[in-house]
């Protein structure tokens, strides 16, 4: 009997061998690249439900960009945030059925900070806001890696967040609202990037020594401090001017696929399955009812709108372009300090530039790490010349020192002091092409020594050096008009709006 036996069970095993015991269902999954990290969970998944997820993993707002309406090649996509593939849809018309999707999870954008560099930002403000952090990376005393937000969904939250809180409207970024030089002092404090959130974490742990903070994930944060890779944990700020949350929906590609679909969705958000992705990768449940995890707090603060238009996000990376691939830029100040500019007027030029260089409130618009400047001071000639190159503090307070002279004159050679900015703009240009040169004129009088307007325009000019003027008291605004509009800048009038608004505005995108 025994023998019988086990020749009957050797055929079955024989007969198996042969034509292949039924194996999983798989799906494949157009999937972000920082859910590599449930692989344990999606092992359970196959084993209770029998079906496997195959991911192919990519940046997020690469795999937003790959799904082509209609004409998907996956059978599912999971993705941290469908809001950028949602735009692609609106922006190319699509009317057929929006792919299902389903919630699985959260994770808010924050920043992890070095103990050291949280105090500084917490001693600026107890809360920390973007708007305190980007100061800080303008400043010179914080560097900080984040992702390239033209890749990677936590880049790009990131910098919505630091466009709205420059805006100040608390409201979705309009197109109006985007403005490159708001964006510059926070971008120069970026030390280190890579494609994905996921890359950041390895590259941030190699070079530790090469940034003081980390934009991303909370739960990618989280894992950090609890894998023994840091010198020290990092403190999670929740910025208070608002977070960007991550829901990484589930979205069905393809209908044929429902069933199975559903039999996922289900799974995932049983409770039970709830806390094994929370406890495994440190992501919050979107079940209510699921304790949460000692380290994640309650509260994560007030919610951020992204972009309801595809055209804010294009600018949005248009100003920001490639950390790896940026030239600083060399703004020329050439500024009246004829007689008439005595008093209430170089009070004004005074607390402007103030502002400019920290000791105000202009968070967004102040001068910034590798910046370079040139401050000149005219009368009917020239009366100072200085170049700076901003590292950090020391370098603003000499740029306020600069300006902190009784150094007047009787004449005003407005067109004379512009064309010595013009020969200065094309040594630059000599010695080093790639940087872009724009210069900033500011008067509050007529020109009544050295050169004419006509004169001035009929030199020969860098086509590449645009002339922003900011014109207050009697500037005679027909002349800097069509000097500015001959170089290819504007006319910022500061007699109807404070000086400070006029030089944030002629400060141009470089």
């Known amino acids: 009997m025994k023998r019988l036996a086990a020749v009957l069970l050797g055929a079955v095993l024989a007969v198996t061998a042969c034509t292949g015991a039924p194996g999983p269902e798989r799906l494949s999954v157009l999937a972000s690249s920082e859910l590599a990290d449930l692989a344990p969970v999606l092992d ?9 997820l195959d991911l192919d993993l990519q940046g997020t707002v690469d795999a937003g960009t790959a799904l082509t309406p209609g004409r998907y090649r996956h059978d599912l996509a999971w993705l941290s945030t469908d809001r950028y593939f949602q735009l692609k849809l609106r922006k190319s018309g699509f009317t057929g059925e929006r792919p299902a999707g389903t919630r699985i999870m959260l994770s808010p954008i924050v920043i992890g900070a070095k103990p050291q560099a949280a105090a500084a930002l917490r ?69 280190l990037t890579a494609n994905s959130s996921g890359e950041l974490v390895d590259v941030f742990t190699a070079h530790q020594s090469e940034a003081d903070a980390v934009i991303g ?33 589930l979205l ?14 289900d799974w995932l958000k049983r409770p039970d399955s709830q806390r094994k992705i929370m406890d495994r990768t440190l992501r919050r449940p979107v079940v209510e009812g699921v304790p949460l995890e000692p380290r994640l707090p309650k509260s994560v603060g007030t919610a951020l709108y992204f972009p309801d238009d595809q055209a804010v996000v294009d600018k949005l990376l248009a100003y920001y ?27 004004s030029l005074r607390t402007a530039f103030d502002a400019l260089t ?37 370098d603003l307070t000499a740029v306020r020192g600069f300006l902190d002279v009784e150094d007047f004159d009787s004449a005003t050679a407005i067109w004379s002091a512009l064309a010595h900015a013009y020969d200065k703009a094309a040594e630059l240009a000599k010695t080093d092409p790639a940087a872009p040169v724009s210069i900033v004129l500011m008067t509050d009088g007529e020109n009544n020594a050295g050169l004419g307007v006509d004169e001035f325009l009929h030199r020969p000019l860098p086509p590449a050096v645009h002339t922003y ?40 995108c470089r």
């Open 44 to 52: 359970d998944l196959r084993a209770d439900t029998g079906i496997r």
């Open 123 to 191: 001693a600026r403000h107890p809360d920390v806001s973007w708007a305190d952090f980007a100061d800080a990376a303008a400043a010179g005393t914080l560097r900080f890696a984040m992702a390239d937000p033209g890749r990677s969904a936590s880049g790009l939250s990131a910098l919505v967040g630091i466009a709205t809180a420059a805006a100040g409207t608390g409201a979705a970024l309009r197109a109006q609202d985007v403005a490159c030089d708001r964006l510059g002092g926070f971008r120069a404090g970026q030390t």
């Open 217 to 249: 994930y909370e739960s990618t944060l989280l894992s950090l401090n609890a894998s023994g890779k840091l010198a020290a944990p990092l403190e999670l700020i929740y910025p208070r001017d608002g977070i960007m949350q991550s829901d990484y929906p």
């Open 252 to 265: 069905l590609l393809d209908p044929a696929k429902r069933g199975a679909y559903e039999r996922v969705t």
């Open 321 to 347: 372009g490639d950390p790896r691939g940026r030239v600083p830029g060399h703004v020329l100040f050439v500024l009246d300090f004829s007689g008439s500019m005595r008093g209430g007027r170089i009070a």
């Open 358 to 394: 920290g000791a105000g409130a202009a968070e967004f618009a102040r001068f910034y790490r590798g910046e370079r400047i040139t401050l000149i001071r005219f009368g009917g000639r020239i009366l100072g010349e200085r170049d700076f190159t901003i590292h950090g503090p020391a």
């Open 469 to 508: 003027a900011v014109r207050f008291g009697e500037a005679d605004a027909a002349e800097l008009g069509r000097a500015a509009a001959a170089t290819g800048g504007r006319l910022a009038d500061a007699t109807a709006a404070s000086l400070l608004d006029a030089f944030k505005e002629t400060r141009g």
